[in-house]
């Protein structure tokens, strides 16, 4: 669907783009407030333009949310020792793994404690491609690698395939 709005974009203006856009993105998915996910009130092509903000490509997600398989949560208030989040709306939870989605630009240091060891002073990760995913104390990198999607499905995989190994340890160890 993005790249179908990029071109139509050469040819119409963005409030038009931006209202197929959103028609598409609901006939597709349907309505997506159900599962926690909110659409912003500008189209997805202005917010771009406004703000830098770039639409989600769905690789599978949206489909594993409508399953139960990924659950969206309201915004994160507070994280706790143990690893128990509190919400936004009250609501609270533990997670063995938390992973934040943060957006294009790096704020990570307006955010992050102790960050030196893997950010430096422009908020990107210390260790270059392609060693730059992994930092200490559970920290993951995705997207500063500066090769675009490909680089942020390369972090991406990583990123997944280390959890999956970390969690799948302590499963083994607390079973034998």
């Not at 992050?112 to 392609?130: A, H, Q, T």
């Not at 993951?140 to 990583?158: N, Q, T």
């Amino acid at each position: 669907m993005v790249y179908a709005g990029m071109l139509m974009l050469k040819h119409f203006m963005v409030d038009k783009v931006d209202k197929m856009m959103v028609l598409m993105s609901k006939l597709k998915y349907g309505n997506m407030f159900k599962y926690g996910l909110t659409r912003p009130k500008e189209g997805p092509f202005a917010l771009k333009i406004k703000g830098g903000t770039t639409p989600t490509i769905d690789v599978g997600c949206i489909e594993k949310i409508k399953k139960g398989k990924v659950k969206v949560y309201p915004g994160i208030s507070s994280i706790k020792e143990g690893k128990v989040v509190k919400f936004v709306d009250g609501q609270h939870a533990h997670f063995d793994a938390i992973i934040f989605a943060t957006g294009y630009k790096t704020n990570v240091l307006k955010w992050l404690k102790d960050y030196k060891n893997l950010f430096n002073e422009n908020g990107m990760p210390k260790p270059s491609y392609p060693n730059h995913w992994k930092g200490e104390h559970g920290i993951y990198s995705a997207g500063f690698s500066k090769r675009g999607l490909e680089g942020i499905s390369f972090d991406a995989k990583k990123i997944a395939n280390d959890i999956n190994f970390t969690l799948t340890s302590r499963v083994n160890q607390i079973t034998s």
